[in-house]
């Protein structure tokens, strides 16, 4: 059944575990997410870049997500992640995302307080649940870059007041994960994460959780994390499976047949991090 954002967070938060929020791009990459989903009978949400709307269609995607999504035995949200466009956020609005992401990470405090803000005052009258940015993640998510530099982790005064003045549903803090390609250990702030999770007592995101160690994931839902975004694994299981189809088998052509492997491959790294999440066993 297709849900709200806030369904699952609310839910994730109060029996504290974490639900895992995968990146599609494609038919392929939906129903392998909802296939694991519903193996591990765990509530998932599916999440749309802005690039990945461009690329497939925004209308193409929302009705792939959500057909999927409304037939499954298990809570799905379609949650945009990333939105830093206007127009996009608002087109996703319209052709039936349950759940946005405006990130304003770019601005200053009181400007991201200020625009994320107006999301929420047009979002959450029509049932759209939201989700900000507080602190800056560092690395590449599609047309997100953060140099190391400019990334800076979420200050817990700050938090407060953000979360008391635009009520917001569910908020991503920069503990020191970051989004693509680790160079070196992921080296997570759980002392931080402890403080925020303790002033604000809401539902909690944790961007860039690709290559973050389990035992890492695990104490960060254990410290109030609600929600793991992983996409970099579930592209990387893709891109080693296809490569070693072609390899291996280079005189298939049917796509059907090529992309059999690598789509097991994804549902295989989504099971595994439901997991990690605590989340098995909770639709
Ligand atoms: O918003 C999406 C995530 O934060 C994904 O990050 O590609 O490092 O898994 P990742
Ligand atoms: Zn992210």
Redesign the pocket.
Known sequence: MLVTGNDIMQKAHEGGYAVG?F?TNNLEMTKAIIEAAEEEKAPVII?T?QSAIAYAGIEELAMIVRQLGEKASVPVALHL??GTDWKVIMQCLRYGWTSI?FDGSKYDFSKNMELTKKVIDIANPMGVSVEAELGK?G?V??Q?RVLSKDATMTDPDEAEEFVNKTGVDFL?IAIG??????QGEPDLDFERLDVIKKRLNMPLV???????PEEDIRKAVSLGINKV???????QAFQRNMHKFVQEQPDVYDPRKMLAPTTNAIKEVVKTKIKMCGSSNKA
Do not use: P, W
């Not at 994960?177 to 680790?182: A, F, L, M, Q, R």
């Not at 975004?229 to 592209?235: A, E």
């Open positions: 929020a990146n999440q870049s992640d990333h992401m993640i690395g998510e599609d997100v991503a994960t970051c989004h693509g390609v680790y944790l961007h860039g959780a690709s290559g973050v975004n992983i996409d970099t694994d579930l592209r």
